[in-house]
């Protein structure tokens, strides 16, 4: 079965400070994986994707086949990083697979 | 560009009542996919589409309908509203079928069902 586990629904962390969000997936195959990201009263959009090993907005994500993890992290989190984020997973069938969410709270 | 756009905003139905829910978007993207967001639940694959004319189910296609008929709407069909479709939808599309492609999605429809 093809799944994303996001363990954490809710994560507080200080302006200033580390933040890691955690993603496991269960896929066969060789896995295609993303983090969406929802600001506050805006749309679902593309934070970054693990075929294009960028970093965004100071973020990156890892794919560790061996953990079956694709975590996300910032070394110095910002309050305009408070947000929802999701990870996805594009499975078999063009069918992609969200996790439940971390509602990340960046505090001054 | 205007996206991807969804009407309406919000929709109240009482229970058996049918109704769809619009899906545009001007990218000339094949795929677009269907959405629905429950706490606790995050998002799950209702429908999608890989091209006009090809729909295919998602995670949670039953009490929902779609057609494809040209490349830019994607309408989705309630054909009996039940309380357990109280829930927020979002549309999406992204250029191609498969692959890496960002999936650029819609502002949302925030439908309660008595």
């Known amino acids: 079965a093809q799944r994303v586990t996001q363990p954490e629904k809710l994560l507080s962390v200080f302006k200033g400070a580390p933040v890691e969000l955690k993603c496991n997936y269960s896929y066969s195959g060789s896995p295609e994986l993303f983090w969406y990201v929802q600001y506050s009263r805006q749309r679902l959009q593309l934070l970054l994707r693990?075929?294009s090993r960028e970093s965004i907005k100071g973020f990156t994500a890892d794919l560790n086949k061996g953990e079956t993890s694709f975590h996300l992290k910032k070394p110095f989190a910002q309050e305009e990083d408070s947000a929802m984020y999701y990870c996805a997973l594009l499975g078999g069938g063009n069918q992609f697979y969200f996790g439940t969410g971390t509602s990340l709270t960046v505090i001054p | 560009n205007a996206g991807v756009t969804q009407t309406p905003k919000f929709q109240v139905l009482k229970t058996g009542q049918s109704m769809t829910l619009q899906c545009a978007q001007d990218m000339n993207h094949e795929y677009m996919s269907w959405y629905r967001q429950d706490p606790g639940m995050g998002l799950r694959l209702i429908h999608y589409s890989v091209g006009a004319g090809i729909t295919d189910q998602g995670e949670v296609p039953n009490g929902y309908n779609v057609s494809r008929s040209t490349t830019e709407d994607f309408p989705l069909r309630l054909l009996s509203a039940a309380p357990s479709q109280t829930s927020v939808y979002f549309c999406?599309?992204?250029?191609?079928?498969?692959?890496?492609?960002?999936?650029?999605f819609g502002p949302g429809t925030r439908l309660t069902v008595l």
């Open positions: 999406a599309s992204s250029l191609v079928a498969g692959g890496p492609s960002e999936q650029f």
């Open positions: 693990h075929i």
